[in-house]
């Protein structure tokens, strides 16, 4: 799989997990059509081993969290049970997504071992902004909110 069907395939994954997950709904746009109006941001990165070893990372505005949380719970932004698991709320999308990624590019046999998602809050934009210009990151806009992907594999050898 090249370059391209890879982020295209992770791309794809993240989107079907996104919209059935959090009911929210993710489309694809180029780099230079991205306007990032926020200053804080969050990132929630795993890795995994097996088959093939690598890590994955999202990165989303601050703001976005709360809004999956209650989309995921089913509860109004306004719930008191928002703030409590708007982290762990990223962390299940990164681990499913992640779980989907690797099915769909090493197939159903392969054997993962996948690390507990972890989360790093107060991003500044400048950091934001290195991960946008790296070649290996993915960018979309999710019910208006910029949504930066990061993949990275390595066969076992």
């Known amino acids: 799989m090249d370059r391209k069907e890879l982020k295209n395939t992770i791309r794809d994954v993240f989107y079907d997990i996104i919209e059935k997950s959090a009911f929210m709904f993710g489309e694809e746009?180029?780099?230079?059509?991205?306007?990032?109006?926020?200053?804080?941001?969050?990132?929630?990165?795993?890795?995994f081993v097996g088959d093939a070893k690598?890590?994955?990372?999202?990165?989303?505005?601050e703001a976005m969290c709360p809004e999956i949380a209650a989309n995921f719970l089913g509860v109004d932004p306004e719930d008191e049970k928002v703030n409590e698991y708007s982290e762990d709320?990223?962390?299940?999308?990164?681990?499913?997504?992640?779980?989907?990624?690797?099915?769909?590019?090493?197939?159903?046999?392969?054997?993962?071992?996948?690390?507990?998602?972890?989360?790093?809050?107060?991003?500044?934009?400048?950091?934001?902004?290195?991960?946008?210009?790296?070649?290996?990151?993915?960018?979309?806009?999710?019910?208006?909110?910029?949504?930066?992907?990061?993949?990275s594999i390595k066969n076992e050898d």
Do not use: Q
Not at 37 to 43: G, L, M, S
Not at 54 to 61: N, T
Not at 97 to 111: D, M, Q
């Open 29 to 47: 746009v180029e780099k230079d059509e991205v306007d990032v109006n926020y200053d804080k941001f969050v990132r929630a990165d795993m890795g």
């Open 89 to 151: 709320a990223l962390k299940e999308i990164l681990n499913v997504t992640c779980g989907h990624v690797l099915t769909a590019i090493k197939g159903e046999r392969a054997v993962f071992d996948l690390t507990v998602p972890n989360i790093k809050r107060g991003i500044k934009l400048k950091e934001w902004e290195k991960l946008f210009r790296s070649e290996d990151s993915i960018v979309c806009m999710v019910d208006d909110y910029p949504v930066l992907i990061k993949f």
């Open 54 to 61: 690598g890590e994955i990372s999202i990165m989303v505005p």
